[in-house]
């Protein structure tokens, strides 16, 4: 199983953008998919999940910016990012948690290459 980000990219702050990830390999089912970002010198946080049902949970300081939705038929994810401030600068990773490569697999957790996101003021 592998997950590969994209859209990130340079922005001018107020501007918006939307990161992809796809999961690609043997898939039966995803749990929770979610996108995180890593700042320089800061450490990894929790931007935004969503569970196999639609559950969104979002960190505080981008909600009602950011938008995360997924495509089960595809094995993707999407974060729409909109507003977007210059402390929005990161490199952006998601994570896909519990997935199972058939109905008897065990999940397992796997997360993708980071793609940068940098916001100008």
């Known amino acids: 199983v592998q997950l590969q980000a994209s859209g990130g990219g340079l922005v001018q702050a107020g501007g918006s953008l939307r990161l992809s990830c796809a999961a690609s390999g043997r898939i039966f089912s995803i749990n929770d998919i979610g996108w995180y970002r890593q700042a320089p010198g800061k450490q990894r946080e929790l931007v935004a999940s969503i569970t196999s049902g639609g559950t969104t949970t979002y960190a505080d300081s981008v909600k009602g910016r950011f938008t995360i939705s997924r495509d089960d038929a595809k094995n993707t994810v999407f974060l729409q990012m909109s507003s977007l401030k210059p402390e929005d600068t990161a490199v952006y990773y998601c994570?896909?948690?519990?997935?199972?490569?058939?109905?008897?697999?065990?999940?397992?957790?796997?997360w993708g290459k980071g793609t940068l996101v940098t916001v100008s003021s």
């Open positions: 994570k896909g948690s519990g997935i199972r490569a058939t109905a008897w697999s065990w999940g397992a957790d796997y």
